[in-house]
């Protein structure tokens, strides 16, 4: 997986509350995508982030959704308000040299009772 | 135009036997085809990849062959293992066009009964 990092693995939080999921890729890799997986469903991308710049958000729902990725530190998923149709996997993946392959983290599961 | 169509849904094999998933793919644009599996709980972990200026690609008991005129490409698993039993997912990518942003098909859960 490239030594791509997600915490928390698991995060339960209740309708109205909010969460924050972080992703860590390699020291050096400066790109990160998020995709959301529902129950029973494949992949899909959320948001595409370089160091401190969005460079494609066209998967993000408009509202309640937001992702950053600093100079420094990992980069965050944060999700406003969380109603139960939030609860799902969200990996992140982080670019290889060849600006083709992805590597995938472990993934946050978010259940949101 | 974005949509990634995999078949079947599920495929169950005896062990020793050929697995084959199929997807079919709208954009043009596309030119990097990677295959995905995916373990219970875990994330998904790249299998093989293949760009479509090539007809097949070959990595120990996995196959990609690719048909560039028909949109199509499949993944082939030779001498299936019960280890084998997890979900696969076929994606779609174009560097120029979106960013090597992934389209993924739907998963196919795979069997492979000992």
């Known amino acids: 997986n490239a030594g791509v990092m997600q915490n928390p693995r698991h995060l339960v939080r209740r309708r109205g509350q909010e969460a924050r999921l972080r992703c860590s890729p390699m020291?050096?890799?400066?790109?990160v995508y998020w995709y959301r997986q529902l129950p029973e469903e494949g992949l899909k991308f959320m948001v595409y982030?370089?160091?401190?710049?969005?460079?494609?958000e066209s998967g993000m729902p408009k509202e309640r959704f937001s992702a950053e990725f600093p100079k420094e530190g990992p980069s965050i998923l944060r999700i406003q308000q969380v109603v139960r149709g939030d609860s799902a996997a969200y990996f992140c993946?982080?670019?290889?040299?060849?600006?083709?392959?992805?590597?995938f983290g472990p993934g946050t599961r978010l259940l949101v009772l | 135009q974005q949509q990634v169509k995999q078949s079947p849904q599920s495929l169950i094999v005896q062990k020793g036997g050929i697995s084959i998933i199929n997807c079919a793919y709208e954009?043009?644009?596309?030119?990097?085809f990677p295959w995905y599996q995916q373990f219970p709980g875990k994330g998904p972990a790249l299998l093989i990849a293949?760009?479509?200026?090539?007809s097949e690609k070959k990595e120990g008991r996995f196959t990609i062959s690719f048909n560039k005129s028909a949109k199509q490409f499949s993944l082939h698993i030779m001498d299936s293992q019960p280890g084998d039993s997890a979900t696969y997912f076929c994606?779609?990518?174009?560097?120029?066009?979106?960013?090597?942003?992934?389209?993924f098909g739907e998963g196919t859960q795979l069997t492979v009964n000992p």
């Open positions: 994606a779609a990518s174009s560097v120029e066009t979106s960013g090597s942003r992934l389209t």
């Open positions: 993946a982080t670019l290889a040299g060849n600006q083709e392959t992805q590597y």
């Open positions: 293949i760009r479509p200026d090539v």
């Open positions: 982030l370089q160091k401190e710049n969005i460079i494609d």
């Open positions: 020291k050096g890799h400066s790109h």
């Open positions: 954009n043009t644009a596309f030119d990097y």
